[in-house]
């Protein structure tokens, strides 16, 4: 059986396990060997496009509403994460695909059909035995088994620690991370915990890019975290077929009751990335590029107030510096005037120069689309506006929380800027609904990576409630 029937199959079983679990008659439940606690998710989505070097002319604006319907499952020692996710429940585009284009395209033309995927994001088992040996004596080991997303990273805007499988990092409208294929053995003594691992992240069935599918590795490590005082830091080895060895670690430390310090590094053997070829006659391509490093570093501030703020900076050498993202925009502008047609003109041979451009935007599918990156963000807890006079009096301001994040490019002076406004509208305890307003803003100096990115912004707004 290779490894893709494999992987169907287990989505198989998952699925006719979680079928079977939700088929449970209510006795079986009431006896608290079977839990489910569902969560759903409606986002409208508008956004506005730009003209940018990398990628054909798009319609200036389009609007789509997507849904996400999960259930977590817990039955004895199994524990599962089951996803719907249905996008274009309703899509419209607005505006030409291109101004030089003589066939106008309407937003009917435009418009994507509805689709839904059935994902499992976690399905694993977790129990344990004892061995005793008389050296150690008896030492209980805690045992995982199953498709499991593993979150030891430090960090809020990026986390070098996620070596198994990247998750995107604060996102404004659904998404559906999968864990990856773990079995993983832990046992605690005096100095903390340590566990061997073996995963292997092609455990997906979402469609993946060709960065992300060439990345798909497996491997084995060993892990080891542990406490002292007010520190708390981790380090891990670990060998796999992509990176050919990795080694990293974090450190946590609480300064005082106000301020936390927070760090993280990874340093990889090998590592995959795009590069700019010599000749713009050619396209950009994926392939290893050696070693690579990631750090980060950080300071989390909070009050008795209810403010929250947190400074990170962190570099990624898989990223592309501030000089090839200006010879890839140079090259890709150079590309498109060549593929531009005068007015009335036949437009053959322009397809080829349109592709190469298009290959460049490739860049924005690293972990970072830039080496050095620069967060601040700023959050505010409902329970402050108790606070004042001015609000105390404003019931439904009670329930809001305000969040910013400023993202800031150092070297190119490229920004991305995200508010979000979460009013909680029910909580009874057991059951919650939520609204939500959320806009993102990508801009910044006009030669900037972050000020060529397709998306010149997007504004969500997002109901979300779990029973």
């Not at 200036?60 to 997507?66: E, H, K, N, V, W």
């Not at 249905?86 to 309407?106: F, H, I, M, R």
């Not at 084995?220 to 050919?244: F, I, P, S």
Request: net charge negative; aromatic share 10%.
């Amino acid at each position: 059986m290779n490894k893709n029937k494999a992987i169907n199959a287990f989505k198989n079983i998952g699925g006719l396990m979680i079928l079977v679990l939700l088929n449970t008659p209510c006795s079986a439940a009431s006896n608290s060997d079977l839990s489910l606690h569902w969560d759903w998710m409606i986002s409208a989505e508008s956004v506005q496009s730009r003209n940018s070097p990398f990628i054909p002319p798009q319609p200036d604006s389009r609007q789509t509403i997507d849904g996400l319907l999960e259930v977590e499952v817990g039955y004895k020692q199994w524990l599962g994460l089951i996803s719907l996710k249905t996008t274009d429940l309703y899509s419209e585009t607005q505006g030409d695909a291109s101004s030089t284009n003589q066939n106008t395209l309407s937003s009917n033309d435009l418009n994507n059909d509805p689709s839904a995927e059935f994902i499992i994001r976690e399905l694993y088992w977790q129990g344990g035995f004892s061995l005793a040996n008389e050296a150690l004596g008896e030492q209980y080991i805690d045992v995982t088994l199953g498709k499991i997303r593993l979150d030891w990273a430090v960090g809020y805007g990026y986390r070098p620690l996620d070596i198994i499988k990247p998750y995107r990092r604060n996102p404004v409208g659904i998404v559906a991370e999968e864990g990856a294929g773990v079995v993983a053995l832990s046992v605690f003594d005096a100095t903390g915990e340590w566990t061997l691992l073996y995963t292997d992240s092609s455990w997906t069935s979402q469609s993946l890019n060709d960065l992300e599918q060439q990345s798909q590795q497996q491997g084995v490590g060993v892990r080891h975290y542990g406490m002292q005082g007010e520190q708390e830091y981790q380090w891990l080895a670990y060998y796999d077929d992509v990176r050919h060895g990795l080694i990293g670690g974090s450190v946590v430390s609480v300064l005082d009751l106000a301020w936390e310090f927070h760090g993280s590094a990874t340093y990889q053997h090998q590592s995959l990335g795009y590069e700019l070829p010599s000749s713009s006659l050619h396209p950009v391509i994926l392939g290893e590029q050696g070693n690579a490093f990631q750090t980060l570093l950080g300071l989390t501030w909070a009050n008795e107030v209810g403010n929250s703020i947190i400074l990170e900076y962190w570099y990624d050498s898989r990223a592309w510096s501030s000089s090839q993202w200006q010879q890839a925009i140079d090259t890709t502008t150079s590309l498109n005037k060549m593929a531009t047609p005068p007015t009335n003109s036949a437009q053959t041979g322009t397809s080829q120069n349109t592709a190469l451009s298009a290959s460049y935007a490739q860049g924005f599918q690293l972990s970072n689309i830039v080496q050095h990156n620069v967060m601040l963000h700023w959050s505010l807890n409902s329970t402050a506006w108790a606070q004042w006079d001015w609000s105390r009096e404003i019931n439904w301001i009670q329930h809001v929380t305000p969040t910013f994040d400023l993202l800031y490019s150092p070297q190119d002076n490229g920004i991305i800027a995200t508010q979000w406004l979460n009013y909680e509208w029910i909580d009874t305890g057991s059951a919650s609904l939520d609204l939500e307003l959320a806009a993102r803003f990508l801009t910044g100096q006009s030669n900037s990576a972050y000020a060529n990115l397709p998306d010149k912004h997007m504004i969500l707004l997002n109901l979300k409630g779990r029973f």
